[in-house]
């Protein structure tokens, strides 16, 4: 499907039923699977043969929307997970661990920040933030012998800074290893980060790409381009034997296109088990057929309501790359010519208090945790998502106290407009 246009991968993409077939994804709702003898579900154990026994490493249903994002992607093989949380955790872990380093933007999601300075360190992987503005110089200066991955997100959440890919993508080449890339909020349709240079793209598919709020999921792909065994004294759990399954070395057996996805398959998924449940996976799909359609009209409500934020006398300043006199306006026009996402960050004058006023009096958007599906919503991610880090890591992440994140859904604009209008006319009034 990869010589189509995203429009037709969305909708058709990883399965195209044959004669008699079921035309949509079939629920495949079984934790296990038959086979007629021993030695048919030994090679399936060894890696020697294609096919399912365990829900819990692999699942039809999933494996299908997983091929899905991975056309959409451009990559070359791909694993759901069961939040995108757990992507984000399966893509470093499966490369880094206990004495390892990564290198980050600091300017990224507050629980992938919390993932990485807190839990991670907890099990001895050590981080070096960077702010993603820094020179060339300066994230070089960030690696260190035992660093083995880059992280950083294409439009950070509630930043809405604009990762500069191709740069991330040189320095972590440059030391040997790969730049992984977190794309939900720029989705697919908007931004492939694989093509610019990353080599690995995570999803929270709970985000855009489910669309309605309805299931929990993450997604990894890899763009199989990244040659492990050229830097196999760094990655030796790709490019070693794994005593743990059968000896099997992922780099060798698996190429380039496979051995990062198969070793989280048989290795972390097996261990830890975030699977995402074949009806979380069925209600994806669902959401990735209008994916093409629905990011198109998030971006243009966003457009229009960044611009009026923008000219309102009760907003101190507005975060959206696609202002003409945004500071990543420039990166965007050359990421994400096509438009960037449905989020608008803005800041309420009169700092929290005046921000907790403008959202108690909205009526369409709701306050919830949630982001980026059809119906809008805000967050005051100071007090909520981002409550854990300390005032220096919120400025260094983007996120100021009067910072509201208003997720622009898919209702009339005029109408989200207007219920924006009136609750700013409240926090004149407080």
Not at 80 to 104: E, K, M, P, R
Not at 166 to 183: C, M, Q, S, T, Y
Not at 249 to 273: P, S, V
Not at 324 to 330: E, T, V
Request: aromatic share 8%; hydrophobic share 35%.
């Amino acid at each position: 499907m990869n010589q189509y246009q995203i429009g037709t991968r969305c909708v058709q993409g990883g399965y195209r039923p044959g004669n008699g077939e079921p035309r949509q994804v079939p629920i495949v709702q079984s934790t296990t699977f038959k086979y007629d003898t021993n030695e048919d579900m030994g090679r399936l154990f060894d890696l020697e043969a294609e096919g399912y026994f365990y829900s819990r490493l692999q699942n039809p249903t999933c494996d299908t929307v997983a091929k899905k994002i991975c056309e959409l992607e451009g990559g070359s093989a791909a694993i759901l997970t069961g939040s995108g949380q757990s992507a984000n955790f399966f893509a470093v872990f499966n490369i880094a661990g206990c004495g390892d380093h990564v290198v980050a933007s600091s300017s990224i999601y507050g629980g992938t920040y919390n993932l990485l300075s807190v839990t991670m360190r907890r099990m001895g992987l050590e981080v070096t933030f960077v702010d993603p503005d820094c020179t060339e110089e300066e994230l070089n200066a960030a690696f260190r012998p035992g660093t083995k991955a880059v992280f950083g997100e294409t439009i950070a959440n509630p930043a809405l800074t604009v990762l500069d890919i191709e740069k991330f993508a040189r320095a972590a080449h440059g030391h040997g290893v790969p730049l992984i890339v977190d794309n939900t909020f720029a989705t697919p349709v908007n931004c492939q980060p694989l093509s610019w240079g990353a080599d690995i793209v995570t999803h929270s598919t709970t985000k855009y790409m489910d669309g309605h709020a309805s299931a929990l999921g993450g997604c990894i792909v890899d763009g199989g381009r990244f040659d492990w065994m050229a830097h196999r004294e760094k990655f030796p759990g790709l490019c070693e034997p794994d005593e743990s399954y059968h000896g099997v070395t992922y780099a060798e057996r698996f190429g380039m296109g496979g051995a990062f996805i198969y070793k989280a398959t048989a290795q972390l998924m097996r261990d830890l088990g975030p699977v995402q449940s074949p009806q979380s996976a069925y209600l994806l799909n669902v959401g990735l057929e209008s994916l093409h359609v629905r990011v198109q009209r998030h971006c243009e409500n966003a457009q229009a309501i960044a611009e009026h934020l923008s000219r309102h006398e009760k907003v101190a300043w507005v975060s959206y790359c696609g202002l003409p006199g945004d500071k990543y306006h420039a990166l965007a026009q050359k990421y994400l010519p096509h438009g960037s996402c449905g989020v608008v960050s803005f800041g309420v004058r009169g700092g929290r208090q005046a921000a907790e006023t403008f959202m108690a009096h909205l009526n369409i958007a709701s306050i919830v945790t949630h982001v980026a599906d059809a119906r809008t919503c805000c967050l005051h991610p100071a007090s909520t998502t981002h409550r854990q880090m300390s005032d220096a890591e919120l400025l260094a992440a983007g996120v100021s106290p009067d910072l509201v994140r208003l997720s622009v859904g898919l209702e009339s604009c005029a109408d989200l407009i207007a219920d924006i209008d009136q609750a700013l006319d409240a926090v004149l009034c407080s």
